[in-house]
C-alpha cells in the first residue's frame, strides 16, 4: 500500500497570505495525484487532478505540482471561504489511499 | 445536475450486518465507475471500495476485505455497500462518489454520507 504524508498536520495563516502544503508519496506514483478540500460538515470536493491540472469551476488561486513522490498544493491570496481541511489522493494504485490532512484556519 | 444520495445507515450491534445505498442521478450511471469513502469521526478520509462501471471488477481496503461487499444495480442507478461483521473501528460516515471514468481514477463528485454507528 502506498502511504501518503502530508505536512504541515495544521496551519494558521492571514487572508491574502499564500498557502504551502506538501504531500509526499513513500513510492514513485508518476503524476497520479489528487488534491481534495473539505470544509466543516460538508462532503470533500476535487480541486486538482493529475498534480497540476484544476477541476471545472474550482479558483485559479488553487495550483497543484510536482512528480514521483513529492507534490505541492499552493494556495495563492487565502481567502476566509478557504478554510477547510485539505487531502491528497493517489490513485497510481489499488488500494487508493489519503493523505492524514491539513486543516487550514484563518486568522 | 449529478447528485449522490446515500442511506441506510444507522446504529448496529458489533457482529451484526447493514447494507448501505447510494442512488444516482444527473448523469449515466452504468458509464462510471464507483467508490465508497469513510470518515471516522473527527478523522481523515479511508478510501473503502471500487467497483468498475460493468460491475465487472471490484477491489477493496484491507481493512473491510472479506467483510464489506461492493456491488451495482445499473438499471435501477444504484450503488450498494453490503458491511457484514460490523466492528466498532467501522463506525464513519459513508461516502459514495462518482469517478472520472468507468475505470479507476479519481473521485469527481461526492454524496453528502449516511452515518454508520457500530456499539453495543
Known amino acids: 500500500e502506498i502511504v501518503l504524508t502530508q505536512s504541515p498536520d495544521f496551519q494558521s495563516v492571514t487572508a491574502k497570505e499564500k498557502v504551502t502544503i506538501t504531500c509526499r508519496a513513500s513510492?514513485?506514483?508518476?503524476?497520479?495525484l489528487h488534491w481534495y478540500q473539505q470544509k466543516p460538515d460538508q462532503s470533500p470536493k476535487l480541486l486538482i487532478q493529475y498534480t497540476s491540472e484544476s477541476f471545472s469551476g474550482v479558483s485559479s488561486r488553487f495550483r497543484g505540482s510536482g512528480s514521483g513522490t513529492n507534490f505541492t498544493l499552493t494556495i495563492n491570496s487565502l481567502e476566509a471561504e478557504d478554510a477547510a481541511t485539505y487531502y491528497c489522493?493517489?490513485?497510481?494504485?489499488?488500494?487508493?489511499?489519503f493523505g492524514q490532512g491539513t486543516k487550514v484556519e484563518i486568522k | 445536475q449529478v447528485q449522490l444520495v446515500e442511506s441506510g445507515g444507522g446504529v448496529v450491534q458489533p457482529g451484526r450486518s447493514l447494507r448501505l445505498s447510494c442512488a444516482a442521478s444527473?448523469?449515466?450511471?452504468?458509464?462510471?465507475?464507483m467508490h465508497w469513502v469513510r470518515q471516522a469521526p473527527g478523522k481523515g478520509l479511508e478510501w473503502v471500495a471500487v467497483?468498475?462501471?460493468?460491475?465487472?471488477?471490484?477491489y477493496y481496503a484491507d481493512s473491510v476485505k472479506g467483510r464489506f461487499t461492493i456491488s451495482r444495480d445499473n438499471s435501477k442507478n444504484t450503488l450498494y455497500l453490503q458491511m457484514n461483521n460490523l466492528r466498532a473501528e467501522d463506525t464513519a460516515v459513508y461516502y459514495c462518489?462518482?469517478?472520472?471514468?468507468?475505470?479507476?481514477?479519481?473521485?469527481?463528485?461526492w454524496g453528502h454520507g449516511t452515518q454508520v454507528t457500530v456499539s453495543s
Open positions: 513510492q514513485n506514483i508518476r503524476s497520479s
Open positions: 489522493h493517489q490513485s497510481s494504485s489499488l488500494p487508493h489511499t
Open positions: 467497483i468498475w462501471y460493468d460491475g465487472n471488477n471490484k
Open positions: 444527473g448523469f449515466t450511471f452504468s458509464s462510471y465507475a
Open positions: 462518489a462518482r469517478d472520472l471514468t468507468g475505470v479507476v481514477t479519481m473521485m469527481i463528485n
